[in-house]
């Protein structure tokens, strides 16, 4: 089973985030839908069920505090990747992960170097015109999505379909 760690984003900020979807001019490529918007702490790949027992019991060493978040400003992946960022409670995040490396490390995930706390929401394919991507960027480049309270985090399941992954909880890991 395909498996990750992810921050689920509140409906409202979702809908915040879906709603520029239509003002993105000048790519093609696979937006990310609505419902799958979250914030991956970590992308764990394809696992045996044995090895996912194993991931959900870790799991439960890694206690936090709630903190809040806020979601601000457009950015990219080199030219493949479009996502919105976090400005505060990046570190928090970072922290987060962090715990959640040295626990998944006990059993033999190795580690990611390169993480950056982000919301993902193009896959781009093909720039079709540069200047009205741009604007696009320019807009929105520290636009103030909004601001949230981290409270869990979760195991989740992405199973793939040609309509778009569908992501499925395996379990909750609420914070103190």
Known sequence: MRVFIAIDLPEELKNKIFSIYKDIKGVQGKFVERENLHITLKFLGELQPNIVEDVKNILDNVKYEKFAIRVKGI?????RVLWIGISKGFDKIIELHNM???????????????FHPHITILRIKKIIS????????E???????GEFEVKEFKLKQSILRPEGPLY????????L
């Not at 950015?75 to 030219?79: P, S």
């Open 139 to 145: 807009k929105y480049k520290d636009f103030e999505f």
């Open 130 to 137: 540069k200047k009205d991507f741009e604007h696009f960027i």
């Open 75 to 79: 950015g990219m992946f080199g030219d």
């Open 168 to 175: 499925l909880d395996i379990r909750k890991y609420d914070f």
């Open 100 to 114: 959640i490396e040295n626990e998944l490390a006990k059993i033999k995930f190795p580690k990611d170097y390169d």
